[in-house]
């Protein structure tokens, strides 16, 4: 299995609704990531979580909180949003040792618009 | 920190026709390069990758890349190339402790019937 799987995968929410968005793999990978995506723009890195625990936070604002219960799973939870955080939000996952084991699988993302 | 540029963000072909795309990236000793592709309305998937050895790289699709060091380039190339080509491409590298993945800012390509 070389999938990573989100949901949901579109997500409409008002500025004071909390949601969460969802991960899944089951290649053994020990780190995920999530990225946000504009549209005709690259993904920008947001959190990187290694064994569980977060290793990088790249001054996301609060309102984006991150969870990672087990090695399989992450979570982004959402609370009081911005309509410029409209976008598409990308997981990924990788091996963490051993540079040709480095490649990031990409699932299909969630589209979250905020109203 | 390591990172990559790429040019001629808007390209617009016609069916059959060769494609080639660069990407430069920033010396920083050992390299990873990485080129994925997102088709319209879908999820990033890798069509190549470079490490080591043999330059050249083959890809999924048809596409090939070629790591030249004393360019610090790793450009992507497809012979003739079909409407399904249609999509955004993005170079990336990665870094050697953090595995943050640096994106190139994309080509978005246009193949016409």
């Known amino acids: 299995d070389t999938e990573v799987t989100q949901t949901p995968k579109h997500l409409v929410m008002g500025m004071t609704n909390k949601k969460s968005l969802k991960c899944e793999q089951h290649?053994?990978?020990?780190?995920m990531y999530w990225y946000k995506q504009k549209a005709k723009k690259p993904p920008e890195l947001m959190f990187v979580?290694?064994?569980?625990?977060?290793?990088i936070n790249e001054s996301v604002p609060s309102r984006f909180s991150p969870e990672c219960p087990n090695s399989s799973l992450l979570n982004l939870h959402l609370h009081a949003l911005q309509p410029e955080d409209s976008a598409l939000y990308l997981c990924?996952?990788?091996?963490?040792?051993?540079?040709?084991?480095?490649?990031?699988?990409f699932g299909p993302g969630t589209r979250l618009t905020v109203l | 920190a390591q990172s990559v540029s790429q040019h001629n963000h808007h390209v617009i072909l016609s069916e059959a026709a060769s494609l080639e795309l660069g990407c430069n990236y920033s010396?920083?000793?050992?390299?990873?390069l990485f080129w994925y592709v997102q088709y319209p309305g879908q999820h990033l998937q890798l069509l190549l990758k470079?490490?080591?050895?043999?330059?050249l790289v083959k890809g999924i699709k048809g596409f090939e890349a070629e790591f030249i060091k004393s360019k610090f380039s790793f450009n992507l190339r497809k012979p003739s190339v079909q409407w399904s080509d249609t999509a955004e491409y993005f170079c990336?590298?990665?870094?050697?402790?953090?595995?943050?993945?640096?994106f190139g800012k994309g080509n978005q390509v246009v193949v016409i019937p």
């Open positions: 990924a996952s990788s091996h963490t040792s051993g540079r040709a084991y480095n490649e990031q699988f």
């Open positions: 290649m053994g990978h020990r780190a």
């Open positions: 979580y290694s064994y569980e625990k977060l290793s």
């Open positions: 010396y920083g000793g050992t390299v990873n």
């Open positions: 470079y490490f080591s050895g043999d330059p």
């Open positions: 990336a590298t990665l870094g050697k402790v953090s595995n943050r993945l640096a």
